[in-house]
């Protein structure tokens, strides 16, 4: 049986210790959940993460070898190994560093007359995000069979490729970008070496996948400008540097339709959709669902939906907004002062406009998952807009669980644009005025054109589901 390790910060399991010290272990959904399940009957995997917090430190520590499956905990198949990385190494390399700077850099979220500020403070968080991705780096060469597959996710782990290599030269390495890239002009704010060092760490990887085009040729367009040494072949996709060659992958992620239907059919979700539409009675419902994350652009989305209501009063008690955002990087500063300004919008709306018979806005910032697909449900208008995006699941999503045809607001900068963009009407994310415009065209659209471009939406989302899209990098691997 041939073996592949899939290296990530957050694993496809995590624990959480109830009030009398009991675990209990949750499976995470995300889409390399679901790819790997394709995979997992005629392979080997082992999949190495990060404990996230105490719950799963716990849990890790008590496992032998911190193999999880070894302790009897059933993780559907896969080996799980959680690293037990000391906590102010983990803060630093993972808040400071992967989420307020890579993460920052790659959506370009700086306020830059301010930020950011590299000082002696930010080279000890990146000597920890060297540490945190040498921890991964040595599980995996520890772990791996002669000539296995490494497959290593995300921006958090940007240096393993390379470290990884260095340790283990016979092993076949795929690296994927689930963000955008940045263009080089925005990439250079990084400090020079701290720049060079993450272009060269991911080109450690035999082969270095993206979500989009655009991304991928970021990308090359950094290595082309950073590297000095690097020879870029766009045609053959390939970056050769330090005698040796990278080729680059475009890797759309769609949807699983059947899995995500059969999800939302169970009694959970029908009881959450009764519930909404007692609420909201026979009103249009526009849905966004988010994490409340900077990129998502969560203001100016209420603010395009309060000029809808200003400028269109025909609409006032004639629709409602339903906004879930669940809680996210609340360790972060900048995540709850931008919580806090979305729930300041979403009152401002609702002084401004409610009745006592009409809520023009229901805002609910928690996790809850049934909830969410109870809303695509029941949504006429789906409302995407981010800043920038990797891809963008949510605009996917939303079509498929669709029974009122959800006409779908997308901004442009998402990645899904690029596979659903002729199908909904795309907007640019700082343009509220014309984002209201879009809401009002959406509200109007004639529901057997809702339905139409509803269809072409599902097509799209669900052409690259998670099994065929991981499938596919292992592929690349040879
Ligand atoms: C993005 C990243 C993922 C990450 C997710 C949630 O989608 O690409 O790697 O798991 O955000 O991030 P968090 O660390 O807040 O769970």
Known sequence: MSQVLVASNRGPVSFSLSDDGALSMRRGGGGLVSGLAGVAAETDVLWVCAALGDADRTAAGQAPDNRLERAGHDTGGASVRMLDIPEATFHRAYNAVANSTLWFVHHLLYDTPRSPHFD???????QSYEAYNAAFADALALDAAPGAKAAIQDYHLSLAPRMLRDRRPDLKIAHFSHTPWAPPEYYRLL?????????????GADHAGFLTERWASAFLDCCERLLPDARVDRAARTVASSG??????VHGLGVDGAALRERAARPDVAERAEALRAQVGDRQLIVRIDRTELSKNIVRGLAAYRELLLNHPEWRGRVVHLAFAYPSRTDLPEYRDYTAAVRRAAQQITDEFGTPDW???????KDDYPRSLAAYGLADVLVVNPIRDGMNLVA????????RGCALVLSREAGAAAELADNALVVNPYDVSQTAEALHRALLMPSREREERRARLVAAATALPPQRWFADQLAALG
């Open 359 to 365: 809520d023009p806005l229901i805002l609910q910032v």
């Open 191 to 203: 400090p020079d070496d701290i720049g060079e060092q993450v272009l060269r760490g991911i080109l």
């Open 396 to 403: 996917k999503e939303g079509p498929i669980l669709s029974g």
């Open 120 to 126: 002696a403070r930010a080279r000890r968080d990146w």
């Open 244 to 249: 040796r060659v990278t080729r680059i992958g």
